[in-house]
Structures are given as C-alpha cells and as structure tokens.
C-alpha cells in the first residue's frame, strides 16, 4: 500500500477546518496555493466536502476520487470509492495524491500521507470539523514554516509538515 499521498489543508489556532460544512475562515490566496499544489494530481475528497463545492461537482483539471458507503452514489466526472482501502487501489498508478478532506476523510487516509500542506491561520473561527494537531504528534515536523503573510488582519503561513524519517 503506498504511503506517499499529501494531505492539502486550512486550519485555525486550534486545527479547526469548518462548521456545518462549509469552511468558515478563508484568505483569497489559500485558494490559489490550493491549485498550485494539487496541480494536475488526484484528489480524494469526502462526499460531504464535494457538496460544498461549487455546484457540487468535481474539481476540474484533477482526478475526483469521492468516498462514499453509499452504493448508490455517482457523480459526473468523479471516480467513486467505498472504503479508504479501495481509494487507495484507484489511485495506486498516480504520480500525486492528494487528500483533500473533511475531516473524516483526513483521519481515515492521513496514515497513508507523508506530507501534508497545511495553511495555518493564526486566528480562532468557530469549528465543529478538526484536523489531527501535527505538532502534538511527534511522528510529524514542521519541514517548512512558511513566510509570514496577512489578509485583512489574519495573520497566516502556508506550512508544510512531513512524517518524520522512520515513523
Ligand atoms: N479547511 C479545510 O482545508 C477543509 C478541507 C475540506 C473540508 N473541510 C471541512 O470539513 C468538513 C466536512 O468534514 P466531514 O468529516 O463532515 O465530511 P467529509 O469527510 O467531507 O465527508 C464525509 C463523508 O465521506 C464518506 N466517507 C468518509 N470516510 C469514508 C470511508 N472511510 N469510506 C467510505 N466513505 C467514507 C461518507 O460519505 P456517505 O455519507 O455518502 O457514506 C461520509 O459521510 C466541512 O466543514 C468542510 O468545510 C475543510
């Protein structure tokens, strides 16, 4: 099983990443790091993420891999898997997976990461959604802090954690 796919995160002070299911602290700029760093790679995304997309539809230019139980489920222009395992076996030929959340999403496949670029936002937001803290895990470092920027008052960075070696 590969274990080189990326998380692709926006967390708060305290690892928030939303509220009834939408992102709730946003900066312009995070949505063009965002596309810098998926690139033209796949991305895996929880069903209840793509709704909150726009239109509800996959994003483009990307391979949509969406996780669902629902047998049922289908959505033009996306791959559909049913487990974490069989979203795994879709994208083992792909060159760069990126996982992309919420946050049920990140915790089922965030074992199978070894980077995650998280773009820390030095702010306190009401959440009801988290990301794993990294900095308490001591399986994970901080390998690039990122240079200090600010959007209407928030101050944020866009940081890239890595497993640490032999973890
Ligand atoms: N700040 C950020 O960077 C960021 C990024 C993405 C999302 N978010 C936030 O995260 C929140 C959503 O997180 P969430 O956990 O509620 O929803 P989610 O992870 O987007 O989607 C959950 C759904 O995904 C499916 N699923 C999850 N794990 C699965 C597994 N192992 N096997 C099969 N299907 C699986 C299930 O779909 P079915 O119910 O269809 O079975 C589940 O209900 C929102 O607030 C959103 O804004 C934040």
Redesign the pocket.
Known sequence: MRHDLQA????DNGW??????????VVPEDRRHFRLVTGRGTVI????????FPGGRPLKNRRNI?????PA?AVEGADI????E??LALCENDPEVFV??????????LPYCNRAHV?RLFADAD???F?PDLSADPSWRLADPGEAREHEGIRYAFQTWERAKGE
Request: glycine share 12%; hydrophobic share 45%; aromatic share 6%.
């Open positions: 692709v995160v926006a967390v928030g990443i939303g509220l009834h299911g939408t992102q709730t602290l995304v929880g069903r209840k993420t793509l709704l909150d969406v996780l669902t139980r629902d489920f898997a049913h487990s974490a069989e979203a992309i959340g919420g946050e049920s999403v990140y915790r089922a496949l773009t959440n009801d959604a990301f």
